[in-house]
């Protein structure tokens, strides 16, 4: 009896030095995370997600972000590095490039060419003809990008882009959502907002301190930023001109799941993904790091786990709710965004399905809306668009 109960205290002893004293790589930073409202008010849950429909990626998965063409077909990243192009009303998919790395973020310029963030190689650019060209690495003062994530593009073909973290990269994390996921439990805030002007082949931070910097979208007049900061359920816009230029306000705190892409939709609204309903108990332990520390040491499965839950909201550039879908069963779930179709669609990513999920025309009780040209008011000036 008295070997046993040795046994017992040695397991005891090394189960507890392992949860305080093993190394891991996180140094968790503590933060007082708001009281969780859950699905109420603008947020009330919903199915409004239940009918949405499919097209299979043909053995690609992860579909994170997408944007419509001037042809009228939708363009999504998808985890294997490959850039698909997809016709909504043939259902057809094909794959068109490859970055070779992890693109997470695609937005159309002015110019017609598609520019791409990867988690893995920085920021480039797709031609017309498929060609995949290398933009930038790092900054123009050597500092290196280490997770480029979502971008748009301005009206003069200016790019903005997020690198989310200087610390996690998905490389060297084994993943893109691994490297969010211990960015997101330290807390670090070393996120950043980038700036590429092709004009001057410069790439420079305008930002910086966010917890995991992920969704970016530019106002119809390029006069502001919105940016989610996944780590603290936030939606942050950063003045670009007028009175306000490099004013960085909050207008959405307090989330009820983690902020993923942006998207415009129009008139000066974005569709934001929700990737994932927030935890409780992660939540519990924001001013608790040596906790985390010891949660963090725990095996994968043991740790607290992104839930299925699909949600997508569109809101304006105040931050005011508009609308919000959701579907509590969680059939196509981990959703980074939404954005228009070509023919009234609304089209909704996600980090790891093998399909991209729409809504058909009239899901917004509408038989049509108008195709929602990525700057359609510079196309037209070039003659792009008529």
Same mark, same amino acid.
């Given at each position: 009896?008295?070997?046993?109960?040795?046994?017992?205290?040695?397991?005891?002893?090394?189960?507890?030095?392992?949860?305080?004293?093993?190394?891991?790589?996180?140094?968790?930073?503590?933060?007082?995370?708001?009281?969780?409202?859950?699905?109420?008010?603008?947020?009330?849950?919903?199915?409004? !997600?239940? =009918?949405?429909?499919?097209?299979?990626?043909? &053995?690609?998965?992860?579909?994170? #972000?997408? %944007?419509? @063409?001037?042809?009228?077909?939708?363009?999504?990243?998808?985890?294997?590095?490959?850039?698909?192009?997809?016709?909504?009303?043939?259902?057809?998919?094909?794959?068109?490039?490859?970055?070779?790395?992890?693109?997470?973020?695609?937005?159309f310029g002015p110019d017609d060419r598609l520019f791409i963030t990867d988690a893995l190689r920085g920021l480039m650019v797709m031609e017309k003809d498929g060609k995949i060209i290398h933009l930038a690495d790092r900054t123009s003062d050597g500092s290196p990008i280490t997770y480029a994530n979502d971008l748009d593009v301005s009206r003069t073909g200016v790019v903005y882009f997020t690198d989310s973290s200087d610390k996690f990269t998905a490389a060297g994390e084994g993943g893109a959502l691994e490297a969010s !996921?211990? =960015?997101?439990?330290?807390?670090?805030?070393? &996120?950043?907002?980038?700036?590429? #002007?092709? %004009?001057? @082949?410069?790439?420079?931070?305008?930002?910086?301190?966010?917890?995991?910097?992920?969704?970016?979208?530019?106002?119809?007049?390029?006069?502001?930023?919105?940016?989610?900061?996944?780590?603290?359920?936030?939606?942050?816009?950063?003045?670009?001109?007028?009175?306000?230029?490099?004013?960085?306000?909050?207008?959405?705190?307090?989330?009820?799941?983690?902020?993923?892409?942006?998207?415009?939709?129009?008139?000066?609204?974005?569709?934001?993904?929700?990737?994932?309903?927030?935890?409780?108990?992660?939540?519990?332990?924001?001013?608790?790091?040596?906790?985390?520390?010891?949660?963090?040491?725990?095996?994968?499965?043991?740790?607290?786990?992104?839930?299925?839950?699909?949600?997508?909201?569109?809101?304006?550039?105040?931050?005011?709710?508009?609308?919000?879908?959701?579907?509590? #069963?969680?059939?196509?779930?981990?959703?980074?965004?939404?954005?228009?179709?070509?023919?009234?669609?609304?089209?909704?990513?996600?980090?790891?399905?093998?399909?991209?999920?729409?809504?058909?025309?009239?899901?917004?009780?509408?038989?049509?809306?108008?195709?929602?040209?990525?700057?359609?008011?510079?196309?037209?000036?070039?003659?792009?668009?008529?």
């Amino acid at each position: 009896m008295k070997s046993i109960l040795s046994l017992v205290a040695v397991i005891a002893i090394a189960a507890a030095a392992y949860l305080t004293l093993w190394p891991v790589p996180i140094e968790p930073v503590a933060w007082s995370a708001p009281k969780d409202g859950g699905f109420a008010g603008a947020f009330s849950t919903n199915n409004r !997600l239940a =009918d949405l429909k499919f097209i299979d990626l043909a &053995g690609h998965q992860g579909p994170v #972000d997408a %944007a419509l @063409g001037l042809d009228g077909r939708i363009y999504t990243a998808t985890r294997d590095g490959s850039i698909v192009r997809i016709d909504l009303e043939t259902g057809s998919s094909e794959q068109i490039a490859s970055t070779g790395g992890r693109p997470m973020g695609i937005e159309f310029g002015p110019d017609d060419r598609l520019f791409i963030t990867d988690a893995l190689r920085g920021l480039m650019v797709m031609e017309k003809d498929g060609k995949i060209i290398h933009l930038a690495d790092r900054t123009s003062d050597g500092s290196p990008i280490t997770y480029a994530n979502d971008l748009d593009v301005s009206r003069t073909g200016v790019v903005y882009f997020t690198d989310s973290s200087d610390k996690f990269t998905a490389a060297g994390e084994g993943g893109a959502l691994e490297a969010s !996921l211990l =960015d997101t439990m330290e807390q670090g805030r070393t &996120g950043r907002i980038m700036r590429y #002007d092709p %004009a001057r @082949g410069e790439t420079v931070v305008i930002a910086r301190g966010l917890s995991f910097a992920n969704g970016i979208a530019l106002s119809d007049d390029d006069s502001y930023l919105l940016v989610t900061e996944t780590g603290t359920y936030t939606v942050w816009r950063l003045w670009l001109s007028g009175p306000k230029v490099a004013t960085f306000e909050p207008v959405v705190l307090n989330l009820p799941g983690y902020p993923d892409n942006l998207n415009r939709a129009g008139d000066n609204t974005f569709w934001l993904g929700l990737a994932s309903p927030r935890s409780g108990s992660i939540d519990a332990l924001s001013d608790q790091p040596f906790l985390r520390k010891m949660v963090q040491r725990l095996p994968a499965t043991m740790r607290p786990q992104l839930q299925r839950y699909s949600m997508v909201v569109r809101i304006d550039g105040n931050g005011n709710v508009l609308e919000t879908l959701q579907d509590p #069963d969680g059939k196509y779930a981990l959703n980074t965004g939404a954005l228009p179709g070509p023919n009234g669609e609304l089209v909704v990513t996600s980090l790891t399905e093998p399909r991209l999920g729409y809504l058909e025309p009239g899901w917004d009780k509408c038989t049509k809306t108008p195709p929602n040209w990525p700057h359609a008011a510079a196309r037209q000036a070039s003659g792009l668009l008529t």
